[in-house]
């Protein structure tokens, strides 16, 4: 068997396509969304992923706001610009690129951001909501890559509703968040969020119809870990050495065997990196309706 690709790029090509219509329709409004990021240090992942969000808006009309810290930036200084994005009126919604540098209080920054522009859906609020179950007016926004994996499955007609999904990995952006997103009614997965403490991964990963590897460790999920059928989600990445043209070489969590085994594969990169962006810039999409509802 080869596995089926869960097609990142064509998948985030077609919501952007989608995010274009509805952007108009703000634009003949007066209303442009805005995105901002905050970057702290050089994080060499972060600065590519923070480039590529900027493409992105500028490939669908969403307007750019940029700022940028040195890694020697004390809290102060964050929580400074912090501020200044939750007063800028041209920014509909935001992110803080995480990680920060060692030394910054990430919980105590993603609790500063204003929820209504909160364009990650990790500040507290949020993710209470989506505890919650809160829905329809009031819906806030999810976290983007937990949105991106469901809306890959779905785009790909994988069957969700009633399997059994094994989550690897308990991180504030993918593992909790997703564990919450796959029960929310309508998706109704069954989940079992596992991680560094679980006791035999492998019998864990076998039983799953639906796989999420997150862990940010180079083909760590084992090909022989997976149920025949299964669709395997490689969502974390590893930066390794340089190629000859001065570029990293990316490694995902899943053993590129896996292909062999599984019934849906995403690959890596191309997969569900490609998927955060593209549902970063629906939740920008979302805000600046809701704001202007
Ligand atoms: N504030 C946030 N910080 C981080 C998040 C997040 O959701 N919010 N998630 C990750 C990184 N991430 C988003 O910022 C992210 C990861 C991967 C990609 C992506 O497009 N990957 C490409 C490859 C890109 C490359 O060459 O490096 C792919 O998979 O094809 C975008 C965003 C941690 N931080």
Same mark, same amino acid.
Request: a negative charge; aromatic letters at 2%.
């Given at each position: 068997?080869?596995?089926?690709?869960?097609?990142?790029? %064509?998948?985030?090509?077609?919501?952007?396509?989608?995010?274009? =219509?509805?952007? =108009?329709?703000?634009?003949?409004?007066?209303?442009?969304?805005?995105?901002?990021?905050?970057?702290? #240090?050089?994080?060499?992942?972060?600065?590519?992923?923070?480039?590529?969000?900027?493409?992105?808006?500028?490939?669908?009309?969403?307007?750019?706001?940029?700022?940028? +810290?040195?890694?020697?930036?004390? =809290? /102060?200084?964050?929580?400074?610009?912090?501020?200044? !994005?939750? /007063?800028?009126?041209?920014?509909? #919604?935001?992110?803080?690129?995480?990680? !920060?540098?060692?030394?910054?209080?990430?919980?105590?920054?993603?609790?500063?951001?204003?929820?209504?522009?909160?364009?990650? #859906?990790?500040?507290?609020?949020?993710?209470?909501?989506?505890? +919650?179950?809160?829905?329809?007016? *009031?819906?806030?926004?999810?976290?983007?890559?937990?949105?991106?994996?469901?809306?890959?499955?779905?785009?790909?007609?994988?069957?969700?509703?009633?399997?059994?999904?094994?989550?690897? @990995?308990?991180? !504030?952006?993918?593992?909790?968040?997703?564990?919450?997103?796959?029960?929310?009614?309508?998706?109704? $997965?069954?989940?079992?969020?596992?991680?560094?403490?679980?006791?035999?991964?492998?019998?864990?990963?076998?039983?799953?119809?639906?796989?999420?590897?997150?862990?940010?460790?180079?083909?760590?999920?084992? /090909?022989?870990?997976?149920?025949?059928?299964?669709?395997?989600?490689?969502?974390?990445?590893?930066?390794?050495?340089?190629?000859?043209?001065?570029?990293?070489? *990316?490694? @995902?969590?899943?053993?590129?065997? $896996?292909?062999?085994?599984?019934?849906?594969?995403?690959?890596?990169?191309?997969?569900?990196?490609?998927?955060?962006? /593209?549902? *970063?810039?629906?939740?920008?999409?979302?805000? %600046?309706?809701?704001?202007? $509802?």
């Amino acid at each position: 068997m080869t596995a089926i690709t869960l097609d990142g790029v %064509a998948t985030a090509t077609a919501i952007k396509n989608e995010l274009r =219509e509805r952007i =108009e329709a703000l634009a003949a409004r007066g209303i442009v969304p805005g995105l901002g990021t905050l970057l702290v #240090g050089e994080d060499p992942g972060s600065i590519s992923y923070v480039s590529s969000k900027h493409r992105d808006c500028a490939e669908v009309g969403i307007r750019s706001i940029p700022v940028e +810290l040195p890694a020697t930036a004390s =809290e /102060a200084e964050v929580r400074s610009a912090v501020a200044g !994005l939750n /007063a800028d009126p041209s920014v509909t #919604g935001y992110i803080v690129q995480l990680p !920060l540098p060692k030394g910054i209080d990430e919980n105590a920054i993603l609790e500063l951001i204003d929820p209504a522009k909160d364009a990650d #859906g990790l500040h507290p609020t949020n993710l209470g909501r989506l505890v +919650l179950g809160v829905e329809g007016d *009031l819906h806030s926004p999810l976290p983007c890559t937990p949105a991106g994996v469901v809306e890959l499955l779905r785009r790909h007609d994988v069957p969700i509703a009633g399997k059994h999904v094994v989550i690897v @990995g308990r991180g !504030l952006t993918v593992g909790r968040p997703l564990g919450l997103v796959f029960t929310r009614k309508g998706i109704d $997965a069954t989940v079992t969020l596992t991680h560094s403490r679980t006791v035999d991964l492998p019998t864990e990963v076998r039983r799953a119809d639906i796989v999420v590897a997150a862990i940010g460790v180079p083909h760590f999920v084992k /090909a022989e870990w997976i149920k025949p059928g299964a669709a395997v989600l490689d969502v974390g990445v590893t930066r390794v050495g340089m190629t000859d043209s001065g570029k990293a070489r *990316l490694h @995902g969590d899943v053993d590129p065997a $896996a292909k062999e085994v599984a019934g849906w594969l995403s690959p890596n990169p191309g997969g569900v990196g490609p998927m955060t962006r /593209a549902l *970063l810039l629906s939740n920008v999409v979302d805000a %600046a309706e809701r704001q202007s $509802a």
